[in-house]
């Protein structure tokens, strides 16, 4: 069986530390989002600047990639790596990041053939491996990445270890507190190896001064990736005088309106007020309507072959299913005897109407719940509409019922030899008959003549 990947073209490739930027962004992904690649704390772009560290140190990476140069998974690749229980230094594969479990075998097989060591789950595991990696050039830097396997930086030392066990510790004399790297930090920060740090106003978190720009407002510095600018004045957007508008990015608080129906918060000068709803449209969701305004998810309006209509130049479908149940079933009266009940009309008005009367009519002396009826689908606009039936045998009448629908094509129809159109549904065809190619009304659900194969489709109104 040919898998997936093969199709793909996909190869497994090692590249040089400075591909590992490319590697590791999500914009190069084949599917973003999938796998444990696509949740990786790494992917995003302002995590770029922490992988510095990787290049200075010649990390390498293995991918696997496409002939689009998509990258499907990643691994770190460390050369020299030591062991305290080991003479000589190895190659160390280190977790692997994939769209596609199916894609790990690549790895394995590279590790195996390279008799490289490698880290032994696809998760995040407790390290029991006592390794090491000597001579790390770490100078000058604040922003360090998310590390699977050496998890503990000694700076002292130039050193980077995966375990802090005790006799880790003693063997390599490392008695300094490390900076422990398997933590998910503000875009990969360490400010207490950044000199030129700085507090950031309104958040008072310390960030890297060369991140920031300094707000006259505040007095003080704000994380370019924490600036919201309104008309030109930026703010931190930890202020309490602003707020994240759905449409319209950050807004002041004092601007800002809650729009009907989404419950979006929007910028009141990107709205109007609406009398008929007593609130507040932006100005995206407006539908003009024969001079009338509403809201886009007016459940009284619809979007058809890009014309808007209202509900009065639509047609409405209902759900009957609990009719035509109610239909089948025998009625009780009084007397406890099962009757038919002649139909009653007390309006003109559909079928469904006329039987919900009947119903509640029969159920003063049952005292039991009617049947309900719901909107069905979305309205059909009476110019683009299609009159179809649908048909039910009601025992409680001793006849066959019809119930008028409206579709937009003409799909999914049986049209019979009188013109009508009949939905194809198995319940339909059971009173259906096709007798020379043509299709007729079954009258009394027999085998029919040539003097039965007619419905009088006006005698129920």
């Known amino acids: 069986m040919v898998k997936k990947e093969d199709s793909l073209n996909l190869k497994i490739a090692i590249l040089p530390s400075n591909k590992i930027r490319y590697a590791y962004l999500q914009g190069n992904y084949f599917a973003p989002n999938v796998g444990n690649l696509g949740v990786s704390c790494m992917r995003h772009k302002e995590m770029q600047k922490a992988l510095n560290f990787y290049v200075k140190n010649n990390v390498r990476i293995v991918v696997v990639i496409d002939d689009n140069n998509k990258i499907h998974a990643r691994a770190l690749l460390w050369d020299n ?105 503000n ?160 309006f003109n008005s559909s079928l469904t109407e006329k039987f919900m009367s009947n119903s509640m009519f029969l159920r003063q002396f049952t005292y039991e719940k009617g049947p309900s009826i719901t909107r069905d689908g979305s309205l059909i606009p009476k110019e683009k509409a299609i009159r179809v039936y649908d048909l039910a045998y009601s025992p409680m009448l001793n006849k066959l019922l019809y119930q008028e629908k409206y579709f937009t094509k003409r799909t999914g129809l049986i049209k019979l030899t009188t013109g009508e159109f009949i939905v194809d549904t198995e319940n339909n065809r059971n009173y259906l008959k096709k007798f020379n190619n043509k299709y007729y009304i079954k009258q009394d659900f027999e085998a029919p003549n040539k003097n039965q194969l007619r419905f009088d489709f006006g005698d129920v109104k």
């Not at 003080?220 to 990736?225: P, S």
């Not at 003009?288 to 998810?297: G, L, S, T, V």
């Not at 025998?330 to 002649?342: A, C, D, H, R, Y």
């Open 81 to 185: 790596v030591r062991s305290t229980k080991l003479k000589n230094p190895f190659t160390y594969l280190d977790r692997i990041y994939a769209r596609s479990d199916e894609l790990l075998s690549l790895f394995y097989d590279l590790a195996t053939t390279n008799k490289w060591k490698r880290y032994h789950s696809t998760s995040v595991s407790n390290m029991d491996k006592n390794y090491y990696k000597e001579n790390i050039d770490a100078i000058g830097m604040c922003h360090l990445p998310f590390n699977d396997t050496f998890r503990y930086l000694h700076l002292k030392k130039n050193l980077l270890t995966s375990s802090t066990k005790e006799s880790t510790v003693e063997l390599l004399n490392l008695f300094d507190s490390p900076v422990i790297l398997n933590v998910h930090n």
């Open 187 to 346: 875009q990969a920060y360490y400010p207490q190896l950044d000199p030129d740090r700085v507090q950031e106003a309104i958040s008072g978190s310390y960030i890297s001064k060369k991140d920031a720009v300094k707000v006259k407002r505040y007095d003080g510095y704000v994380l370019k990736i924490n600036i919201a600018d309104i008309d030109g004045d930026y703010y931190s957007i930890f202020d309490d005088l602003i707020v994240k508008a759905t449409n319209d990015k950050y807004i002041l608080k004092e601007n800002s309106v809650t729009e009907i129906f989404t419950n979006d918060i929007i910028d009141k000068s990107k709205a109007i007020q609406s009398p008929k709803y007593k609130g507040y449209i932006h100005k995206s969701n407006i539908v003009h309507i024969n001079d009338e305004i509403y809201h886009k998810q007016d459940a009284d309006i619809i979007c058809f072959d890009n014309k808007w209509y209202h509900i009065s130049q639509c047609f409405i479908n209902f759900n009957r299913k609990e009719v035509n149940i109610e239909m089948s079933k025998p009625v009780l009266t009084p007397k406890g005897n099962k009757e038919f009940v002649k139909q009653i009309t007390l």
